[in-house]
């Protein structure tokens, strides 16, 4: 079974930082696309995605000049650094990775992304 795992989550004020991680298989780093989701009502959101290969970058609109993401491809890993942390982001931050880039950019529910993590809790709360 293909697993990703994510770590980093945790409890921050409001203002604060917090930097995440996910391991993703060795396969994965080729040609897939990786992305940060939380669950939002209608379904798994778009955060932040970025192609492993061309290292292309997406972020959702609610993250964008706050939230980095990059990648390692020699430690199989994403990372999502998260500045100017606020309440509203309070959410189960999975990791999900698919051959294409529809979901992982916006385009649909993320959803239908083909390998998940179990993801990691961030609770921005002073």
């Known amino acids: 079974q293909v697993q990703l795992v994510e770590s980093g989550g945790g409890l921050v004020q409001p203002g604060g930082s917090l930097r995440l991680s996910c391991s993703v298989p060795e396969f994965i780093s080729d040609a897939h696309y990786v992305g940060w989701f939380r669950r939002a009502p209608e379904g798994f959101s778009s955060i932040s995605c970025i192609?492993?290969?061309?290292?292309?970058?997406y972020y959702g609109d609610s993250v964008k000049g706050r939230f980095t993401m990059s990648k390692d491809n020699a430690k199989n890993t994403v990372h999502l650094q998260m500045n100017s942390l606020k309440p509203e982001d309070t959410a189960v931050y999975y990791c999900?990775?698919?051959?294409?880039?529809?979901?992982?950019?916006?385009?649909?529910?993320?959803?239908?992304?083909?390998?998940w993590g179990k993801g990691t809790l961030v609770n921005v709360s002073s």
């Open positions: 192609g492993m290969t061309d290292g292309t970058l």
């Open positions: 999900a990775a698919d051959r294409s880039d529809y979901y992982c950019t916006g385009g649909g529910p993320g959803d239908f992304m083909e390998y």
